[in-house]
């Protein structure tokens, strides 16, 4: 298996390169806001649990995003490896993460950190809440209270799997091709 975690702060571009990445190494996409916002248009219990913080820009309860990928592990036995996007944002998340590739003889073999400045990131989002229809890209405040929540619980993280030298930088400013050039270069040369 190869397991890849795609990092960063909210509009750094983990999810335009991740379309891009699970094309080209065949990996299955786990993208804990997208499933959240399908629970949330599916109007299930889970969807209804996780509205409000998702609406105010705070992260929701570890449990709630550990028993998603607890399941989505689960059910997919044989896959060549995923790309974990929004996922994990915490430590605890990461340890828990660590654990459930354990059990299945696999563990995180690349962390890609996408490093893009704080105006990029708001003009970014603020741009997108035009059309998105995303309730948390409405307005700057919700904007920093999403990049404040990633600075105070999400950053660790990088911190966690750098102990394992498994944490490269990648420049997130630039046309979309070039980044994914770049972050393909160090996938490559991982798996080489
Ligand atoms: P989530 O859905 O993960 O959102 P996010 O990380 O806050 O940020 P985005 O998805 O908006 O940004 P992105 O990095 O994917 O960038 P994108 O490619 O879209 O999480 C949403 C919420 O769900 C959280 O706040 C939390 O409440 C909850 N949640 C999710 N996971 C959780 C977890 N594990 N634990 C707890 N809570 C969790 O690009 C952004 C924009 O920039 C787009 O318009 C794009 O077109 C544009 N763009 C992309 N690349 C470029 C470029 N190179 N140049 C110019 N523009 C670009
Ligand atoms: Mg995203």
Redesign the pocket.
């Known amino acids: 298996m190869f397991n890849l975690i795609l990092f960063?702060?909210?509009?750094?571009?983990?999810?335009?390169?991740s379309e891009k990445l699970i094309e080209k190494y065949g990996l299955m996409h786990l993208?804990?806001?997208?499933i959240?916002?399908e629970e949330i248009a599916n109007k299930t219990a889970l969807g209804l649990s996780?509205k409000g913080?998702?609406d105010r820009?705070?992260?929701?309860p570890?449990e709630v995003?550990i028993g998603m990928i607890r399941s989505a592990i689960e059910n997919n036995p044989g896959i060549r490896g995923f790309l974990f996007?929004?996922?994990?944002?915490?430590v605890a998340?990461s340890v828990a993460l660590d654990n459930l590739l354990a059990e299945n003889d696999a563990q995180i073999d690349l962390v890609l950190a996408?490093q893009v400045s704080e105006d990029e990131l708001i003009d970014?989002?603020i741009?997108?809440g035009k059309t998105?229809g995303?309730s948390?890209?409405v307005n700057e405040k919700i904007i920093r209270a999403?990049i404040g929540?990633y600075e105070n619980k999400t950053s660790p993280v990088a911190g966690h799997y750098s102990k394992s030298d498994k944490v490269v930088k990648v420049k997130?400013?630039?046309?979309?091709d070039d980044?994914f050039d770049q972050l393909s270069k160090e996938i490559d040369h991982k798996q080489s």
């Open positions: 960063g702060p909210p509009g750094s571009g983990k999810g335009t390169q993208a804990t806001g997208n959240l916002r996780a913080y998702m820009g705070e992260l929701v570890d995003v996007d929004g996922f994990p944002r915490t998340q996408l970014r989002l741009n997108r998105s995303r948390d890209d999403r929540e997130g400013e630039g046309t979309i980044i």
